[in-house]
């Protein structure tokens, strides 16, 4: 005669089982023009970060960022124009791109680097343009990639675009010239205090051992500080606050 174990000893193994781990769900796939983003959230600044290499406590100052952003309007809509310059020792690098306000997606990109300058429109999958390394005449650049997508260099303003709360993971196709089209993830992972202002804190992965810290202000959206450790270095950046004026 077979023996049927007790509905409490059935309990009891239920219990002493080790639970399964649930798989966290796959990021949504972001795309220009997602429902989600809002340009809107995104306005004109003119703001300066410091640029330092940390090794345990010693600091090193590499150099300063200086971020200008606007809104543009065309005969083709608004655009988030914004000229991006990195000033290090007498090395300076402008990076300047056109972005549209209501999608996202990019329009131009631009660049003046020390070792080779390029120039790149945007239309739909298509990037058109030219890149000229120091010292030689420009190629031509023609290229159709498989999704649309977004500029890296234009990362943040998608992330500032978001609804930004804890649990939002994200992932979105970015393209730039050096690393052609690649999947960038977003994920919101709580929120902190940065220079007195509240912060959501985003993990920011773009390559299995390349992650960055961001912390984005919650009330003024800009970026306040970056973080990101390369090879036993932790690089900041940190937005540079102007002194308040004094009451009148």
């Known amino acids: 005669m077979r023996l049927w174990p007790s509905p409490l000893a059935v309990c009891a193994l239920l219990l002493a089982a080790p639970a399964r781990a649930q798989a966290p769900p796959p990021p949504r796939l972001l795309l220009p023009g997602d429902t989600l983003l809002d340009g809107r959230r995104l306005g004109s600044a003119e703001?300066?970060?410091?640029?330092?290499?940390?090794?345990?406590?010693?600091?090193?100052?590499?150099?300063?960022?200086t971020d200008r952003q606007w809104r543009d309007s065309s005969a083709a809509g608004v655009e988030l124009r914004r000229v991006l310059t990195v000033h290090r020792g007498g090395v300076q690098v402008v990076d300047s791109t056109a972005t549209d306000?209501?999608?996202?997606?990019?329009?131009?990109?631009?660049a003046q680097q020390p070792t080779r300058r390029f120039a790149l429109a945007f239309t739909g999958r298509?990037?058109?343009?030219?890149?000229?390394?120091?010292?030689?005449?420009?190629?031509?650049?023609?290229?159709?990639?498989?999704?649309p997508f977004f500029d890296a260099g234009s990362w943040d303003l998608v992330l500032r675009a978001l609804p930004l709360a804890p649990g939002v993971h994200v992932q979105l196709p970015v393209y730039d010239l050096d690393g052609g089209l690649h999947p960038v993830e977003l994920r919101v992972t709580g929120r902190a205090t940065v220079q007195g202002e509240a912060a959501h804190v985003v993990q920011f992965t773009l390559a299995?051992?390349?992650?960055?810290?961001?912390?984005?202000g919650a009330t003024s959206g800009r970026l306040l500080r970056m973080e990101t450790l390369v090879g036993g270095v932790l690089l900041e950046q940190l937005l540079v606050r102007e002194p308040e004026a004094p009451p009148r």
């Open 47 to 65: 703001l300066a970060y410091t640029l330092t290499a940390w090794q345990g406590a010693a600091s090193i100052p590499l150099g300063r960022i």
């Open 101 to 110: 306000a209501r999608t996202l997606a990019p329009r131009r990109h631009a």
């Open 126 to 147: 298509r990037a058109k343009g030219s890149l000229a390394p120091e010292g030689f005449p420009g190629v031509p650049l023609d290229t159709l990639l498989a999704t």
């Open 208 to 216: 299995a051992n390349r992650e960055s810290t961001v912390w984005i």
